[in-house]
């Protein structure tokens, strides 16, 4: 069994889009590791993704998985 980091949403009103955030990650990121990413610090967030979409909704993030489309982002940095 591998152990995982907790994914706790602020919000219970955010789970939806929090789910849809997550299908549009899924696009971007393997599946396999989407877990790891959402709890990853990123510079370009400056905070993890969970916690830039606690703190801020999902544009930023999606901000980021469009720079990571085009490769203008690394997935880790």
């Known amino acids: ?25 899924c696009k971007v990121i393997d599946d396999d590791f989407v877990n790891d990413w959402i709890t990853t610090h990123h510079n370009f967030l400056g905070k993890t993704p969970l916690e830039e979409f ?12 469009t720079l990571i489309e085009r490769d203008e982002a690394d997935v880790i940095d």
Do not use: H, Q, R, Y
């Open 1 to 25: 069994m591998i152990a995982t980091e907790s994914i706790i949403i602020k919000d219970k009103e955010e789970l939806i889009p929090f789910i849809n955030m997550i299908n549009e990650i």
């Open 54 to 65: 606690n703190d801020n909704g999902m544009d930023k993030v999606f901000d980021l998985l």
